[in-house]
C-alpha cells in the first residue's frame, strides 16, 4: 500500500494518540445497546411504554453513528489558539449532546409526568448548555475558553437544580414503583453529567492534564453509563408501562397550575 494510504487508514482507525480503541468501543457499545432495545421493545403494544424505546433507542443510535464518525476521524478537527498552539477536537461530540442529553431529560421528565412546560425550560436550558460548551470548545482565546466553560457550567447546575427540585415534585406524586426508577435515573444524571465538565477542564480542551487517548476514555465510559446504562435501568423499570402506573404530562399539567 502506498504509505500515504497507510498513514491516512492509520490516523482514520487509530485516531490521534491510538484513541481509535477507545472511539471503536463506544461505537460497539452504543449498536449493542441498540439492538437490546429494540429486540425488548419489539412487541411492545402500550403506546406510553412505546415512546419510552423510540427515545432510547433514538438516543443509542445517534450516539453509535457519532462515535463511528469519530472513529473514522471525520468528526475530528484541529482549533489553533492565538499563541500557536494546536487542539485536536471531536466536535461530533457535541452535535451528539445536542440532540442526545434533551432526550434523555425527555425520558426521565416523560416518567416523572413533568408538565410540558417545565420540559421545555429544562430542554432549553440544556440545549443552550451545550451550545456554549461548543463556543468554549472552538473559541482561539484561552480566556474566552474558560468564559464560555463557566457559562456552560452555569447552565448545567440550572438543569441538575432543575431537575432534582422541579421534576422530582411531579415524581413525587406518582406511584412508588415511577418514584423509585426516578430516583436511581436521577442519580445517574447528577453523577455522570457532572463529570463532563471536569473532563473537558482537564482534558485536551482545558488544561492538558490527560491526552486524548485517556480523555477519549473517559468520555466512552461516561457516555455508556449515561445512556445505555440510563435507558437499560428505565426499560426494564415496571415504571414504563401504561395505564395508572405513570401519570401522563397532560393529566399531571392539569393538575399542576
Ligand atoms: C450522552 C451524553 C451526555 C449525557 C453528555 C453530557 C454532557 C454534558 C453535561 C456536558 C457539559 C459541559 C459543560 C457543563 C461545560 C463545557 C463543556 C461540556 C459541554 C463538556
Do not use: C, H
Amino acid at each position: 500500500m502506498p504509505e500515504t494510504m497507510t498513514q491516512a487508514l492509520q490516523m482514520s482507525t487509530l485516531g490521534v494518540e491510538g484513541e481509535g480503541i477507545w472511539l471503536a468501543l463506544g461505537t460497539i457499545g452504543m449498536l449493542l445497546g441498540m439492538v437490546y432495545f429494540m429486540a425488548k421493545g419489539w412487541d411492545v403494544q402500550d403506546p406510553e411504554e412505546e415512546e419510552f424505546y423510540v427515545i432510547t433507542i433514538l438516543i443509542a443510535g445517534i450516539a453509535a453513528a457519532s462515535y463511528l464518525s469519530m472513529f473514522f476521524g471525520f468528526g475530528l478537527t484541529e482549533v489553533e489558539l492565538v499563541d500557536g498552539t494546536v487542539l485536536d477536537i471531536y466536535w461530533a461530540r457535541y452535535a451528539d449532546w445536542l440532540f442526545t442529553t434533551p432526550l434523555l431529560l425527555l425520558d426521565i421528565g416523560l416518567l416523572a409526568g413533568a408538565s410540558r412546560r417545565d420540559l421545555a425550560t429544562l430542554v432549553t436550558i440544556d440545549a443552550f448548555m451545550i451550545v456554549t460548551g461548543l463556543a468554549a470548545t472552538l473559541m482561539k482565546i484561552p480566556v474566552a475558553r474558560y468564559a464560555f466553560w463557566t457559562i456552560s457550567t452555569i447552565a448545567m447546575l440550572f438543569v441538575l437544580y432543575y431537575l432534582v427540585v422541579t421534576v422530582g415534585e411531579a415524581a413525587a406524586d406518582a406511584d412508588e414503583d415511577t418514584q423509585s426508577t426516578f430516583n436511581v435515573l436521577r442519580n445517574i444524571i447528577l453523577v455522570a453529567w457532572a463529570i463532563y465538565p471536569v473532563a473537558w477542564l482537564v482534558g485536551t480542551e482545558g488544561l492538558g492534564l490527560v491526552g486524548l487517548y485517556g480523555e477519549t476514555l473517559l468520555f466512552m465510559i461516561l457516555d455508556l453509563f449515561a445512556k445505555i446504562g440510563f435507558g437499560f435501568i428505565l426499560l426494564r423499570s415496571r415504571a414504563i408501562v401504561g395505564g395508572d402506573s405513570a401519570p401522563t404530562p397532560s393529566a399531571e399539567e392539569a393538575t399542576a397550575d
